[in-house]
T-cell receptor, first 112, second 113 residues
Framework: DAKTTQPNSMESNEEEPVHLPCNHS???????IHWYRQLPSQGPEYVIH?????VNNRMASLAIAEDRKSSTLILHRATLRDAAVYYC?????????????WGAGTKLIIKP | EAQVTQNPRYLITVTGKKLTVTCSQN?????MSWYRQDPGLGLRQIYY???????DKGDVPEGYKVSRKEKRNFPLILESPSPNQTSLYFC????????????FGPGTRLTVT
């Protein structure tokens, strides 16, 4: 099974960039890398996903290593509202088209 | 406003009493899914549906049923709830047939005594 490894928690200061790492050394060639976040007492929220190239959207950037064994979610200017658990997710296996495997994620703490 | 709604948000029930948690989305999404979230176990998929009348099992389908008679609704049915189904449940939908970019509902906290 493709698995991801993330730090349990990270701290950052408000208005500074945040780099959230994720290791996925067993990723298959066709697996997209997905990132979601979950704010306290809310449902998960889609952040970004990518395959090989770096991706940008209004929420964040996703930097994918050339060998695809790791990726980094970048929040360019963290605010207090970005305090959440961030999940880096892959599919269960190349044959599991629709099942994403969620780990424990990284709890991001933003200090004012 | 584009959203996924779930009802009820909180439910306390007793073992064996059938219940239904409703899920509705107003985004005309074809893909819908149910998850449960338990401490230390992350989110686990229960069932998903790629379109009307098309459903399939996720990671933990035992003890649950679903139906997809209309595109917007995807109810989760517990025919005979047990205490091990006490959990936080999330419904999600996506416009992507692979289930990427899922929109999640606010969650339903279920307690079975």
């Amino acid at each position: 099974d493709a698995k991801t490894t993330q730090p349990n928690s990270m701290e950052s200061n408000e208005e500074e960039p945040v780099h959230l790492p994720c290791n996925h050394s067993t990723i298959s060639g066709t697996d997209y890398i997905h990132w979601y976040r979950q704010l306290p007492s809310q449902g998960p929220e889609y952040v970004i996903h990518g395959l090989t190239s770096n991706v940008n959207n209004r929420m964040a950037s996703l930097a994918i290593a050339e060998d695809r064994k790791s990726s980094t979610l970048i929040l360019h200017r963290a605010t207090l509202r970005d305090a959440a658990v961030y999940y880096c997710i892959l599919r269960d296996s190349p044959d599991s088209n629709y099942q994403l495997i969620w780990g424990a994620g990284t709890k991001l703490i933003i200090k004012p | 406003e584009a959203q996924v709604t779930q009802n009820p948000r909180y439910l306390i029930t007793v073992t064996g009493k059938k219940l239904t948690v409703t899920c509705s989305q107003n985004m005309n999404h074809e893909y819908m899914s149910w998850y449960r979230q338990d401490p230390g176990l992350g989110l686990r998929q229960i069932y998903y549906s790629m379109n009307v009348e098309v459903t399939d099992k996720g990671d933990v389908p035992e003890g649950y049923k679903v139906s997809r008679k209309e595109k917007r609704n995807f109810p989760l049915i517990l025919e005979s709830p047990s205490p091990n189904q006490t959990s936080l449940y999330f419904c999600a939908s996506s416009n992507d047939p692979n289930g990427y970019e899922q929109y999640f509902g606010p969650g339903t906290r279920l307690t079975v005594t």
